[in-house]
T-cell receptor, first 115, second 110 residues
């Protein structure tokens, strides 16, 4: 079975540019999560969607960050304009339901470097 | 709020040594507990889970028991291999949010 698919795997761009990260969750999963991983802060939840609706975006750092989920099989995380402090690994995860016993399945991440 | 504390690394071991990584948690209610493993350049993979007190999760020779009385979920493996070198994360699942520990880097030498 295909897991969570993220693209691109690596992105290097100059500050001020728009960055779009993409995620395809596991088919049939109705919950989707975006995380950011840095050495300083570890893993941080940025936003959580359930049935394509954003439920909790309290972790989104600031207005430069936005996320969408237009359908059950696709989500994007956009940073505009990007800044060097946004450099991190961004993970997308999905799960089949929000009951406590269901684990989240992670993609391989996008390693983002803002110069 | 929910939180997870796991032992700091890095941990360096020889092959066939015994590994234990301590994890304690603070939570309201009855959370599910997980161990995830992250190999270099990859995402987090679920290693094992436990959903209620006294449950033992196990996978690939790793074990962890959900101890409500000590609010702990320590990870153990009796004989590690070089291929077990990775970062290990303890995590707690509340309503929908995973709270992660800081991660423990484990290096196994041949």
């Amino acid at each position: 079975d295909a897991g969570v698919i993220q693209s691109p795997r690596h992105e290097v761009t100059e500050m001020g540019q728009e960055v779009t990260l993409r995620c395809k969750p596991i088919s049939g999963h109705n919950s989707l999560f975006w995380y950011r991983q840095t050495m300083m802060r570890g893993l941080e939840l940025l936003i959580y969607f359930n049935n394509n609706v954003p439920i909790d975006d309290s972790g989104m750092p600031e207005d430069r960050f936005s996320a969408k989920m237009p359908n059950a099989s696709f989500s994007t995380l956009k940073i505009q304009p990007s800044e060097p402090r946004d450099s991190a690994v961004y993970f997308c995860a999905s799960s089949s339901e929000t009951l406590k016993s269901q684990p989240q399945h992670f993609g391989d991440g996008t390693r983002l470097s803002i110069l | 709020g929910d939180s997870v504390t796991q032992m700091e690394g890095p941990v360096t071991l020889s092959e066939e040594a015994f590994l234990t990584i301590n994890c304690t948690y603070t939570a309201t209610g009855y959370p599910s507990l997980f161990w995830y493993v992250q190999y270099p350049g990859e995402g987090l993979q679920l290693l094992l889970k436990a959903t209620k007190a006294d449950d033992k999760g196990s996978n690939k020779g790793f074990e962890a028991t959900y101890r409500k009385e000590t609010t702990s979920f320590h990870l153990e493996k009796g004989s590690v291999q070089v291929s077990d070198s990775a970062v290990y994360f303890c995590a707690l699942l509340g309503d929908y949010k995973l709270s992660f520990g800081a991660g423990t880097t484990v290096t196994v030498r041949a």
